[in-house]
């Protein structure tokens, strides 16, 4: 796709933009791939439009009002990507375009409220516990902007789970293989802080320190997401102070959407001082699937009862970081498991960092979707590694009064390990 941007007016970012609109050439193969064109059905809701509005605005031959809804309906899944023969760089683009958009952009007094009480509460997972809990959020949010925001604290259990803190350092079991550092991650610590203690107790069963930095905060994915790229930066900075990477073989996430969002820290920091420091954090961050696939996987013991699971792929673990095989072969490890495909391309199940609020009923049409080909399985139970997945699809099956347990895949890996009964 030709163009005529003024790569000088859009900063350090400016020229990852213009090239990934240059090699995108219009084919379409990407159609077929993206979720909100799949169920809108219209040329400007696929990646190819959205390409060329990006394109129309940066030249200036449209306001960044007029290409907004369009823009504002990407889901970020990066179903686009692997699809794309010309290796059009979707990813850097929409994060980058969003970046440059957001401070330009109109929004009403309730829009931009329900905005900073997402800042200013998501990411930190005491404000996050303490609102759930006195029931605050639900009724501001409520308040302020039923019709978005009911849709999110819908999501959220009424019950939250108890707070267990790490410890700095879990030790590994024997012979020591391997010493990491653990993204313990905002959300997830509060909706289900089982999957932490999970991957720490696997890690030290395959013999692998941990070491848990304390002083750690939320990653910044989310306000990569949508947009807010200096508090995204702020939140990255302390990472940046408090993991180091010299004294690690990787640091680990279990969370599909933080490792994505880790490993664009480079692009974060782009043109700026903190950026050849922010390119080696992003080097050592790996998925805890991928970390124990390529270390060698002690081998499990067999469940304590058969289970026939079914895989969701998380669109942050297989479209934007193509992790496919690895979270597979753990799970095909376990003796007494048997693991069904989905057969839905891996198409988003619509969690998507904040588009629930952002847009409840396209994210409700394709949650309904994943459910349909989930039931369609038969399997007794699903299994992601994301907790944004999880918390979606448990949702939309309670909406159809359906009760299946779901997993993290190292949960299921620590409960062979320690021959627990599955709940
Ligand atoms: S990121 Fe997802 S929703 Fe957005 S254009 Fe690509 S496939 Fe479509
Ligand atoms: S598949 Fe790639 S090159 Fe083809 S239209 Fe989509 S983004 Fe452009």
Redesign the pocket.
């Known amino acids: ?1 030709q163009h005529r941007i003024d790569i000088k007016k859009y900063g350090p970012r400016g020229e990852a933009m213009a090239e990934a609109i240059q ?9 077929a791939a993206c979720p909100t064109y799949k169920v809108l059905g219209e040329e400007m809701d696929s ?2 439009g959205r ?1 060329y509005l990006m394109k129309e605005v940066l030249e200036e031959n449209l306001t960044v009002e007029e290409a907004q809804p369009y823009l504002d309906r990407c889901l970020g899944c990066i179903g ?1 990507m692997p ?4 290796g ?1 760089r ?1 990813d850097e683009l929409i994060v980058s375009y969003r970046a440059f958009s957001e401070p330009k952009r109109k929004r009403s007094l309730m829009d931009n409220m329900a905005r900073r009480m997402i800042a200013e509460t998501l990411p930190y997972p005491n404000r996050f516990r303490a609102a759930v809990a006195s029931g605050k959020v639900g009724k501001l949010f409520k308040g302020a902007m039923p019709e978005k925001l009911g849709a999110m604290m819908g999501l959220v259990p009424a019950d939250l789970p108890e707070d267990k803190p790490l410890p700095p350092i879990y030790p590994a079991k024997g012979r020591r293989r391997a010493r990491v550092a653990l993204l313990s991650g905002c959300v997830q610590t509060v909706l289900n802080p089982d999957i932490n203690w999970a991957t720490v107790r696997v890690l030290s069963e395959n013999g692998v320190e941990t070491v848990i930095p304390q002083e750690q905060g939320c990653c910044g994915s989310i306000m990569m997401h949508i947009g807010e790229e200096e508090r995204a930066k702020k939140l990255a900075r302390q990472n940046l102070q408090v993991f180091v990477p010299d004294e690690v073989d990787a640091i680990i996430t279990n969370a599909a959407g933080c490792g994505s969002g880790m490993k664009e820290y480079g692009l974060l920091f782009k043109g700026l001082s903190e950026e050849a420091e922010a390119e080696k954090f992003a080097e050592k961050v790996q998925d805890i699937s991928v970390f124990l696939d390529s270390l060698g996987l002690k081998p499990p013991a067999e469940l304590r009862e058969p289970l026939t699971v079914v895989y969701q792929d998380a669109c942050h673990l297989l479209h934007a970081q193509g992790i496919r095989s690895a979270p597979r072969n753990l799970l095909s490890s376990i003796p007494g498991l048997t693991l069904l495909e989905l057969g839905d391309d891996g198409l988003c199940c619509g969690s998507a960092g904040t588009y629930n609020i952002e847009q409840p009923e396209i994210a409700h049409q394709l949650g309904q979707r994943k459910v349909q080909h989930v039931l369609n399985t038969g399997a007794q139970a699903v299994v992601s590694g994301n907790i944004g997945c999880l918390t979606q699809i448990q949702s939309h099956l309670a909406n159809r009064g359906v009760s299946l347990p779901l997993y993290h895949t190292i949960e299921l890996l620590d409960w062979a390990y320690r021959r627990k009964a599955q709940t």
Do not use: E, K, N, Q
């Open positions: 796709m090699s995108c050439v219009h084919c379409g193969f990407c159609l990646p190819r390409i686009c699809a794309c023969p010309s059009v979707y």
